[in-house]
């Protein structure tokens, strides 16, 4: 069983940046492929980034490319998401979720039911 927790949420006005952390605890995480979703309110949860086990593949949802960034480090069994030029329609719960398909494959999933373990989620609010 995987525990994953989120931090690093919070209010910024837009244009600034913001960097997600998620750390996991009881389980193998370099055998997880990570990925960060987002839910608005009223709103479906989103993908919005997937990082191999490895790290050395990397996805984005199109409305974040070239602003966020994901990244891990097995190391220290995190997984961060560094949120740049940061816009009002980024405001949501953001949460990261752990994927034990396929360990020891290089992949990356953009579909929640790929995912088998969720973090509680942390708010992030864009102001303009």
């Known amino acids: 069983q995987v525990q994953l927790v989120e931090s690093g949420g919070g209010l910024v006005q837009a244009g600034n940046s913001l960097r997600l952390s998620c750390a996991a605890s009881?389980?193998?995480?370099?055998?997880?492929?990570m990925g960060w979703f987002r839910q608005a309110p009223g709103k479906e949860r989103e993908f919005v980034a997937s990082v191999s086990i490895s790290g050395g593949i990397t996805a984005y949802a199109g409305s974040v490319k070239g602003r966020f960034t994901v990244s891990r480090d097995n190391a220290k069994n995190t997984v961060d998401l560094q949120m740049n030029s940061l816009n009002p329609e980024d405001t949501a719960v953001y949460s990261c979720?752990?994927?034990?398909?396929?360990?020891?494959?290089?992949?990356?999933?953009?579909?929640?039911?790929?995912?088998?373990?969720w973090g509680q989620g942390t708010q992030v609010t864009v102001s303009s």
């Open positions: 009881g389980g193998t995480f370099s055998r997880y492929v």
């Open positions: 979720a752990a994927s034990s398909k396929n360990p020891f494959a290089s992949v990356v999933f953009r579909t929640t039911s790929n995912y088998d373990y």
